[in-house]
T-cell receptor, first 112, second 114 residues
Framework: KNQVEQSPQSLIILEGKNCTLQ??????????LRWYKQDTGRGPVSLTI?????NTKSNGRYTATLDADTKQSSLHITASQLSDSASYIC???????????FGAGTILRVKS | GAVVSQHPSRVICKSGTSVKIECRSL??????MFWYRQFPKQSLMLMAT?????????EQGVEKDKFLINHASLTLSTLTVTSAHPEDSSFYIC??????????FGSGTRLTVV
């Protein structure tokens, strides 16, 4: 069964600190993996997309890694800001035409 | 990049009335759009796949007559919640993209049925 599991469920960190969110998946055949940021009451916004051959992808203070062998991905946030408070969702896609498989998300709260 | 616009962002309606939500692709044509529902602190749940010029494909457990989908053009899909009840209150999100994989999401619609 195609599944995406994220950890932790929620996280509280101090402004300026770094954090890492985890995503494990069993989706097969794998096409790509995306990390999204979803602010409360808004739609998800794409942060990074990674295909099978990519190990690392950065977008500003966000850096995603992918290990296709162990089927794990991480999202590292550097020097967190209050505006980083949101839900971060890992989404994995199988081959073209298949439905997206969503993780349950990690709720991040950055406090001052 | 692909831009998906969703309207309205918030709507409050009375029980028994119908509500229409619009999803537009602004800078590309979308033969396929997707409609999701999201409950508080949960991830997105696919409701249906909207296909331009043909009937939508609904996920198991989603009532076709309750959630009417119309994809009449390559840039517009609408979701109508008919005879709304308080349990239909939720956050509805659409998605689309140029390759019909649905990676770009709209900003969502918060529906409250009173």
């Amino acid at each position: 069964k195609n599944q995406v599991e994220q950890s932790p469920q929620s996280l509280i960190i101090l402004e300026g600190k770094n954090c890492t969110l985890q995503c494990n998946y069993t989706v097969s055949p794998f096409s790509n993996l995306r990390w999204y940021k979803q602010d409360t009451g808004r739609g998800p916004v794409s942060l990074t997309i990674m295909t099978f051959s990519e190990n690392t992808k950065s977008n500003g203070r966000y850096t995603a890694t992918l290990d296709a062998d162990t089927k794990q991905s991480s999202l590292h946030i550097t020097a967190s800001q209050l505006s980083d408070s949101a839900s971060y969702i890992c989404v994995v896609s199988a081959k073209r035409g298949n439905k997206l498989v969503f993780g349950a998300g990690t709720i991040l709260r950055v406090k001052s | 990049g692909a831009v998906v616009s969703q309207h309205p962002s918030r709507v409050i309606c009375k029980s028994g009335t119908s509500v229409k939500i619009e999803c537009r692709s602004l800078d590309f044509q979308a033969t396929t759009m997707f409609w999701y529902r999201q409950f508080p602190k949960q991830s997105l749940m696919l409701m249906a796949t909207s296909n331009e010029g043909s009937k939508a494909t609904y996920e198991q457990g989603v009532e076709k007559d309750k959630f009417l989908i119309n994809h009449a053009s390559l840039t517009l899909s609408t979701l109508t919640v008919t005879s709304a009840h308080p349990e239909d209150s939720s956050f509805y999100i659409c998605s689309a993209d140029r390759d019909s994989d649905g990676y770009t999401f709209g900003s969502g619609t918060r529906l409250t049925v009173v």
